[in-house]
DNA sequence: GGTTTATCAGTTCCTC
DNA sequence: GAGGAACTGATAAACC
């Protein structure tokens, strides 16, 4: 088999791989709907529970941009340590 | 069990179903990313193959029909003659 | 004045004149969203005329550099002869 | 002139004012470069002073949020106003 | 160069 | 069903 061939196969299987994981990607988008389908045919308001699940999954990551920021801002002291400015910014933070 | 508990239960119940399938999505996406990942260490073109996949959802009439388009805007903009394409389409006008 | 109030005018500054050019940057993309929306309203397919701006970004060896890749990836998949491109490159092939 | 060349005008036109637009945009990015690079000359933290310009962007935009977010919870509270369930909670927020 | 971040286009959902 | 708003996915840019 020649080197394009194998080229070939592999990118084939390569393909495949995505367009199933896709496919199941899909199925699962199907499942989502159904259950707000059914949220809605119980009486929920789909628009706020969409709303609750986004501000639940956003919970985690706000918590840890919250920290990675106090980081950034606490290296930047901490580089700034060794000049007359920013010995000044650090006293006024103390 | 008041009415208001059922409808708590409920509701933590969607919800529930529907973290688990995002969940479910999210190990999907991190497959797919693995995929690409391996196809760019095999030396494919990432984003030509994205693009293949993404013409491969379309259907063959959609795709042909998109081309056509493209074709001839670029055509009424004078760009026909640099591509492929657009000999092509100047050949079928002729 | 001093020092650290000449870094903070420094700063003002800086930062106006960041947040000056953001906001002309706002405005032109006002303006681009205003001559789609025109476009849509004269009939035109807004989604097309993306595509082709963005083509003709890309010189004409980067245009059909890529239209070569697609090309190949999809032939190699045996989606080839379904689109009048790959026709043309099974051409040139024999 | 036939009406397909009144549309090649036409499309010649659109396209001409996104592009001149892109341009003018490409030309404020490169402005807005400038700015950071002398900031970053005059020994300001760079980083930082993209995250004070993001925050102060997201500030009103978080606000207005914010307030369509009481907005929603208030229409859907609005909304069960005549319904059991509805009442109930309607009684717990008073 | 490669990883992460920010902007941008595309899709989907909801409203009217 | 058309139009707009929200969300997701892709591209482009910045920093290391």
């Given amino acids: 088999m020649s080197r394009s061939n194998f080229a070939s196969e592999e990118l084939k ?7 199933r994981l896709n496919g199941e990607m899909d199925a699962l988008k199907a499942d989502v709907s159904e259950v707000y389908k059914q949220a809605k045919g119980t009486g929920f308001d789909v628009k706020i529970i969409r709303e609750v699940v986004r501000l639940r999954k956003m919970d985690s990551a706000e918590r840890s941009e919250r920290e990675s920021l106090i980081d ?6 901490g ?3 060794d000049t007359p400015l920013g010995q000044h910014a650090i006293a006024k933070v103390k």
Avoid: H, N, T
Avoid at 72 to 77: D, F, G, I, K, V
């Fill in 79 to 81: 580089d700034l340590a």
């Fill in 72 to 77: 950034l801002y606490l290296s930047a002291l």
């Fill in 13 to 19: 299987s390569l393909i495949g791989r995505i367009e």
